[in-house]
């Protein structure tokens, strides 16, 4: 197993629980020493992953058979995690095919287990040594590097550099592909790469396809600065969230979950949020005054708490949509427009190998 694998079982056994996911015990045994020697040292996942993996004083051989598998849910078998591993290929194949320039100069990276597909096929296409690609954290930038491929951050971005695009991964996607970000910790540094991007495309795999937010995802990632943990609970508790939790590491006397940015997260539950076609159909107000929120209105509420650092809630505008509003209204009309959040496509690997394409409806 490689390092990626195994960051790939910490990262989905810190997620928030789902009703029918269940963690099973990461031990030493299920790693050669090689593997966990390759774990980076100075990521929150890689130094907790390493802190329980590494001998302490005295190992004691195993008696027992070593579970084969890392975690599990009780409605995922081993074939199913190949069908939906597949899926993500399938879509961040398609994805790139038709979305990636081999001339572009700047790209977005995202993170989490499918954007490590898209750099793969990106990594197959790319023929221009000058392409420079932004990561959105340590992952994100690990992916790059190991393709061979040239990360550069995006704070040496200059203040009027788009990036040609950026492609990410989502936790859900709803119906006016409005998305659910955060399930492995990075939505900061994804948010500001979405919005300084000229598009961006999403891939996913088909549980990630939902006509509303919250359906089959149970929470909103919310990044929240370590001072201000139980205001914002409150606050959100205020908001209607049942019970709001911050995210603890796999290892509870480890603490919290730090993101790239040395912040917490906290993880939200609300109802099934409405979309905009909802409340313009009087299937609520969608203010949170009804017990109804709209994505967007929620995204807005949330992120006016004060200690909340971003919220992984992408709505509002598209990257096209964004630069249209740029060009044809007056800051007082529009506010600050700081680009779209939305893809303006999202490939859905599906589970018979074919890929669903959505895209931004255009009016
Ligand atoms: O925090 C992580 C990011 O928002 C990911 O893009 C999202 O969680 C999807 O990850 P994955 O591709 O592993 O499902």
């Not at 910490?10 to 099973?24: E, F, G, I, N």
């Amino acid at each position: 197993m490689s390092s990626r694998s195994i960051y790939e079982s910490l990262q989905h056994s810190v997620r928030p629980a789902r009703k029918s996911v269940r963690v099973a015990h990461i031990s030493r045994r299920n790693f050669s020493s090689t593997e966990i020697a390759s774990l980076p040292r100075k990521s929150t996942l890689g130094h907790s992953l390493r802190a329980r993996l590494l001998p302490t004083k005295k190992v004691i051989p195993p008696r027992l058979p070593t579970p084969s598998v890392l975690y599990y849910s009780t409605t995922t078998s081993n074939m199913s995690s190949a069908t939906i591993e597949s899926a993500k290929r399938a879509a961040a194949q398609q994805a790139v095919a038709e979305n990636f320039d081999p001339a572009a100069s700047h790209v977005g990276i995202g993170s989490g287990t499918t954007i490590v597909y898209v750099v793969e096929a990106i990594k197959e296409r790319s023929t221009n040594p000058l392409i420079r690609f932004v990561p959105t954290g340590y992952q994100s930038r690990k992916v790059i590097e190991q393709a061979g491929l040239t990360p550069i951050s995006f704070d040496s971005l200059s203040e009027d550099v788009m990036l040609d695009i950026a492609f990410d991964g989502a936790d859900e996607v709803d119906e006016e592909l409005n998305c659910i970000k955060g399930g492995g910790a990075c939505l900061f540094q994804e948010k500001l790469v979405a919005e300084k991007a000229k598009k961006f495309i999403c891939v996913a795999d088909y549980r990630k396809n939902q006509s509303r937010l919250l359906t089959n995802w149970p929470t909103i990632p919310i990044e929240v600065a370590p001072i201000a943990v139980p205001t914002v609970l409150r606050s959100l508790r205020e908001l209607g969230s049942q019970n709001p939790k911050l995210r603890t590491t796999l290892l509870e006397k480890s603490g919290p979950l730090k993101t790239d940015q040395g912040f917490f997260i906290v993880d939200a539950p609300f109802t099934p949020l409405l979309t905009s076609s909802d409340v313009a159909a009087g299937k609520g107000k969608g203010d949170g005054s009804d017990g109804t929120w709209e994505v967007n209105r929620l995204s807005q509420a949330i992120n006016q708490v004060t200690g909340v650092l971003e919220v992984g809630i992408f709505s509002g505008l598209d990257g096209v949509e964004a630069e249209s509003v740029r060009k044809e209204g007056t800051l007082q009309e529009m506010g600050v427009i700081t680009g779209g959040q939305k893809p303006v496509a999202v490939y859905f690997g599906m589970e018979d190998g074919s890929v669903l394409v959505r895209r931004a409806e255009r009016k």
